[in-house]
């Protein structure tokens, strides 16, 4: 299994939240730098999540491309992916795929377009959840009634890169993993990716027994729980 760092960019700055509560968690610094360091650290995967583009308050496309010219083998980007030319304009960047949450569950349609003109290999599903089982979309502030197992058979049936799972209750809190992500994993056709609350080895030991392909680290990695662990 794969470790990858995450970069959350708002206003500028590489940061770290709670629960992806604004104004929470900690500041990095220059998301590009930060960037150039986890990549001279031996990683050769990141994760990028455009804050501002997913509250709708400009997009840090600028930053995303230079961090894609670092060298990184591949690039994730996500964060208010919502409409073709958004999707387009990141894989233009040089992102290796995009991940999206709101729109295949609220808009198929327009996430099926999407898909169509890019493709679904270049697709992940993030598969935000709660401790009921239930997706959040919107910046994790609306329970749509979705149950995890249902968003993978919908994963499941666009035939995609994969999904990722991201425990929202434990998200940038260090406080330990969903103890159901091996349930449903083992669900999932492609790859299996999660995030939230991961914060010692023995996390990542269960997320590898439970199948999962990528861990993305964010908290842990920066306050150097897990910074410099590339593989399980």
Same mark, same amino acid.
């Given at each position: ?106 808009? !198929? ?61 434990? !998200? ?61």
């Amino acid at each position: 299994m794969k470790v990858i760092p995450s970069i959350d960019i708002s206003q500028g700055k590489a940061v770290k939240r709670i629960r992806g509560k604004s104004g929470s968690g900690i500041e990095v610094g220059d998301p590009f730098e930060v960037a150039k360091q986890i990549f001279s650290t031996g990683y050769d995967s990141i994760h990028v999540v455009d804050l501002d583009g997913a509250e709708g308050k400009g997009r840090n496309l600028s930053v995303i491309k230079r961090i894609c010219e670092i060298g990184f083998s591949s690039v994730q980007v996500g964060g208010g992916i919502r409409d073709l030319d958004v999707a387009t304009s990141v894989i233009k960047a040089g992102a290796s795929s995009i991940v999206m949450s709101t729109l295949p569950f609220l808009e !198929e349609p327009k996430f099926l377009e999407i898909k169509r003109n890019i493709g679904g290999e270049k697709i992940l599903v993030s598969l935000d959840y709660n401790s009921q089982g239930k997706i959040m979309v919107r910046g994790w502030s609306i329970d749509i009634n979705v149950s995890v197992t249902e968003a993978i058979e919908k994963s499941n049936a666009w035939n995609l890169m994969g999904v990722v799972f991201t425990y929202v209750e434990n !998200e940038g809190t260090k406080k330990g993993i969903d103890p159901n992500v091996g349930r449903y994993a083992r669900l999932v056709k492609g790859i299996k990716e999660y995030a939230g609350g991961i914060s010692t080895m023995d996390d990542l030991k269960t997320l590898k027994e439970s199948k999962i392909d990528y861990a993305i680290v964010g908290m842990a990695f920066y306050t150097n729980s897990l910074k410099g662990v590339i593989n399980v």
